[in-house]
């Protein structure tokens, strides 16, 4: 997911600076969503996800991934990244939505209308270009 997506893209927590994906999985880890969830989500395979989930936990100092959990909830970003989490399900759910819309066989015949409600954290002039 690109990070035009995100209102108030976080990348760091506690002064550690994390990717763009490492965010995605962290925020999924904080959220409890199991490997086969992120690997849908994402659209990545579970040994990409456990190299990420390795490559963080060395960028922060710890082993295990309740211990990613239990830093990012002490630290100040713990609202954002939560919240980077629902906009990846959006992001999902609105890229399923379209592949059907693509797909469809009627979809020549008609003309396709997207409205998009302001939640702060989704781009619509993102959104509505992917209909192009």
């Known amino acids: 997911m690109e990070d035009c997506f995100l209102s108030d893209p976080v990348t760091s927590i ?8 490492q965010m995605d999985i962290i925020s999924c880890i904080v959220n409890g969503v199991p490997d086969k969830e992120i ?10 996800i456990r190299t990420h989930v390795k490559n ?21 970003n713990h609202r ?7 906009d990846l399900l ?5 890229q399923e939505m379209l592949k059907k819309v693509r797909e469809s066989k009627i979809l020549p015949k008609y003309k ?7 939640t702060g954290s989704v781009d ?8 192009k």
């Open 124 to 131: 619509k002039y993102i959104l509505l270009s992917y209909l």
């Open 14 to 21: 506690g002064g550690t600076v994390f990717s763009h994906r």
């Open 90 to 94: 959006i992001f999902s759910k609105f």
């Open 56 to 76: 963080i936990t060395k960028k922060d100092g710890f082993d295990t991934r309740d211990q990613i959990r239990k830093n990012v909830e002490s630290s100040d």
């Open 112 to 118: 396709c209308v997207v409205h998009v409600i302001d």
């Open 80 to 86: 954002k990244i939560k919240e980077r989490y629902v």
């Open 39 to 48: 690997e849908r989500l994402l659209g990545i395979s579970v040994d990409t």
